[in-house]
């Protein structure tokens, strides 16, 4: 499933954070999910595209950018 969401944090030690889904809920993203996309890096509030499997984030790339398998 693809949502959108807003960046909560960001750390680009870890390459890992965490984002807020339009509802509200906060949900945490690690490596794996942002190694997995095209970015270099993720600031707080920026508008970001998710693919959430199993209730786990396991794509991360702008608002503006394509998920795989999205058309």
Do not use: H, W
Not at 37 to 42: M, N
Not at 46 to 53: A, D, E
């Amino acid at each position: 499933m693809s949502v959108q969401a807003t960046v909560r944090g960001f750390d680009e030690a870890t390459r890992s954070g965490t984002v807020f889904l339009d509802d509200g809920t906060v949900l945490p993203f690690g490596a794996p999910a942002f190694d997995a996309g095209p970015l270099l890096l993720l600031r707080s509030g920026q508008r970001v595209r998710l693919v959430v499997t199993g209730g786990e984030i396991t794509y991360i790339t702008l608002s503006t950018f394509p998920v795989p398998g999205s058309g």
